[in-house]
């Protein structure tokens, strides 16, 4: 049976421009709906403690009024908790979150946040959300996750996608080995954080990879060819790219 590679389609820099002049427009939940129609898997999006992008309307929308399953970014603070427990969407993925920064700029520490962490991933479990870890590319790392009861790692991209030639090459063993290594020990492997139809095929090769989370590029992308467009792009860059590995395994 073919691979199949799952897009998740990040909406929060709609959010962004909509904020930069704190009007309605334009709408990250019409994004969503038009993401689902041009063959997203799934909506990402990430409540921010400061709210700089997505808001806690455009959350309970996008958990009451989408079909496709809602993969809520959260930091792991009993805020959040409260409300991913209130809006119950399929997926939680726990990032690390720091006021000043422009991004998600790493994995977690989940080998340092074990005790913490832990309660999150007990409590969003027993609700039925499927819990991921944001972490960097690391055995360790992976390890921990699997230790303190998270089924799927998101692996973190970001360094793969800023490097350049060799030190690219040596980003992406990284992100194979994290790869092979998480699925051995039985999690589900997702990936994310600044791809482009240029670097995502090499990413999208990866025959353990589930999952791929993309936003900023595709926001952006639309801005010259439309949301509709640029997400079927990227979709068929990541088939074609799921074609070629031949890295076959049953669905
Ligand atoms: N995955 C996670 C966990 C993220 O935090 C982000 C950024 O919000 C993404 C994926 C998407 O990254 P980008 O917007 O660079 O595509």
Known sequence: MTRILRLGVNIDHVATIRNAR????????????????????????????????????????????????????MAATDEMLEIALRHRPHAVCIVPERREERTTESGLNVIGGHNHLRRFIDELTQAGIRVSLFVDPEA???????????????????????????????ELDRLI?????????????????????????PVAAIREVAELNIGHFLIGEAIFS??????????????????????????
């Open 140 to 170: 360790d790392q992976l390890d921990a996750a699997k230790q303190v009861g998270a089924p799927v790692v998101e692996l973190h991209t970001g360094a793969y996608c800023a490097a350049q030639g060799w030190r690219q090459s040596r």
């Open 22 to 73: 704190g009007g309605p427009d334009p709408d990250p939940v019409r994004a969503a709906r038009l993401a689902a129609q041009a063959g997203a898997d799934g909506i990402v999006a990430h409540l921010r403690e400061d709210r700089r992008h997505i808001s806690d309307s455009d959350m309970e929308r996008l958990a009451r009024d989408i079909d496709l399953p809602l993969n809520f970014e």
């Open 177 to 201: 080995a994290a790869a092979e290594h998480g699925a051995a020990a039985g999690l589900e492997i997702h990936a994310g954080h600044g791809l482009t139809f240029a670097n995502v095929a």
């Open 226 to 251: 439309g949301l509709d467009s640029a997400i079927r792009r990227m979709r068929a860059i990541m088939d074609k790219a799921v074609a070629e590995s031949g890295n076959i395994r049953s669905a």
